[in-house]
């Protein structure tokens, strides 16, 4: 059952959780910019003591060995980073899409409270001053609008009960 703490701090959480979306949109993205295979090979080549390169351009077979198992194994913590991403990503966008959709059925004036409160990170007294009403009516207008929200969010709860 949603509570309408529970409401709230989804509320409060709003643009936290837009940036770290954000966030994780671009190192999903990033992720394919990591060091190459060639970068690693080549940052194990190794050097005679005189700084030259032996046989150049060429490696030996423990260096060879080793650039193999480093390539495997950053190849499995790519993709484990990736599923990582895409599963708390996919867990955001939801919880976010969720939210705005019900946001969005509210009363004009409900949705326009919340998304000044919440949404926009403006104080009571800026959106009473804006909408031309008391703070104690935008402030009724919030907990009915939190009502609201937490009684959609527990239609389906009840729902799958």
């Keep these: 059952m949603f509570t309408t703490e529970m409401i709230i ?6 643009m936290r959780n837009t940036r ?3 966030q994780l949109e671009f190192e999903l993205e990033s992720i394919a910019r990591l060091v190459t295979d060639e970068d690693i ?12 390169a032996v ?3 060429r490696i030996s077979d423990r260096t060879s060995d080793a650039a193999m198992r480093y390539q495997e194994d950053a190849l499995t913590v790519r993709s484990e980073m990736e599923v990582s991403l895409k599963r708390e990503l996919a867990i955001l966008r939801s919880d976010k899409a ?6 969005g059925l ?12 919440y949404m926009d990170g403006s104080a009571v007294g800026d959106l009473a001053v804006q909408f031309d009403f008391t703070p104690k009516t935008i402030r009724a207008r919030k ?3 939190v009502m609201e929200l937490c009684a ?9 009960k």
Excluded at 106 to 117: A, F, S
């Design 106 to 117: 509210l009363e004009d004036r409900q949705k326009e409270v919340i998304l000044g409160l």
């Design 152 to 160: 959609m969010f527990n239609r389906l709860t009840d729902i799958c």
């Design 20 to 22: 770290i979306i954000s």
């Design 9 to 14: 701090a989804m509320l409060k959480a709003y």
């Design 55 to 57: 046989n150049a351009g």
């Design 41 to 52: 090979i080549s940052s194990l080549m190794l050097y005679s003591s005189d700084s030259e």
């Design 98 to 103: 969720r939210l705005d959709h019900y946001v």
């Design 143 to 145: 907990d009915r609008a």
